[in-house]
């Protein structure tokens, strides 16, 4: 979506190794948010920010950390990538609560081996 | 915490038919109430949202909801669908004054000709 970048699209890695999934943002909006998508579980909210560094987990939060140095960017690491971490990653944005709406981006596909 | 169910993960229906997705949703406070939909391989994008007022709902590409608060619903609706209404719907709850959004885990429409 305009305004909203993920970075990779497609990411394969192996077992064991780090992954860094970024998220850029033009709005300078305050809120972002990473949610996965798994079937049969829609979108879950792994951590979100409301300002640079602020963060705070979500409800899919093991295994994940998240950081943000600055308004428009926020990364999403899994320390040591998992089978069970293979789905796709969606970065949201927000410029206040819930009636403001929220923008998605395009989504990171990554597959653990 | 909120959450929200999709009681139909799966909805065929023939093109020019109407359709009918269903969205329960459980909270102790007040909410708003969001859908998305998904087309293949892109991310998510906002339909419509009830905030407050009138209970019915006119969102993008035809599709209405209404808000039902002592059943805690909000069905989406669309009197006659599309070939390229194919696509996925999620039904979505953020508490008032929050700013986290919670998922049903999606309904998938498939419209045939």
């Known amino acids: 979506d305009a305004g909203i970048t993920q970075s990779p699209r497609h990411k394969v890695t192996e077992t064991g190794t780090p992954v860094t999934l970024r998220c850029h943002q033009t709005e300078n909006h305050r809120y972002m948010y990473w949610y996965r998508q798994d079937p049969g579980h829609g979108l879950r909210l792994i951590h979100y920010?409301?300002?640079?560094?602020?963060?705070d987990k979500g409800e899919v939060s093991d295994g994940y950390s998240v950081s943000r140095s600055k308004t428009e960017d926020f990364l999403l690491t899994l320390e040591s990538a998992t089978s069970s971490q293979t789905s796709v990653y969606f970065c949201?944005?927000?410029?206040?609560?819930?009636?403001?709406?929220?923008?998605f981006g395009s989504g990171t596909r990554l597959t653990v081996v | 915490a909120q959450s929200v169910t999709q009681l139909d993960s799966q909805v065929p229906v023939f093109e020019e038919a109407p359709v009918e997705l269903r969205c329960n949703y459980s909270?102790?406070?007040?909410?708003?109430l969001f859908w998305y939909v998904q087309y293949p391989n892109q991310g998510l994008q906002l339909l419509l949202k009830?905030?407050?007022?009138?209970?019915l709902v006119k969102g993008i590409n035809g599709f209405e909801a209404e808000f039902n608060k002592s059943q805690t619903s909000f069905h989406l609706r669309k009197p006659s669908v599309h070939i390229s209404d194919t696509a996925e719907y999620f039904c979505a709850v953020s508490v008032i004054n929050d700013y986290k959004l919670s998922f049903g885990a999606g309904t998938t429409v498939t419209v045939r000709a």
């Open positions: 949201a944005i927000s410029s206040g609560t819930g009636n403001y709406g929220y923008t």
């Open positions: 920010s409301y300002g640079v560094k602020d963060t």
């Open positions: 909270s102790s406070v007040s909410v708003y």
């Open positions: 009830y905030l407050s007022g009138s209970t």
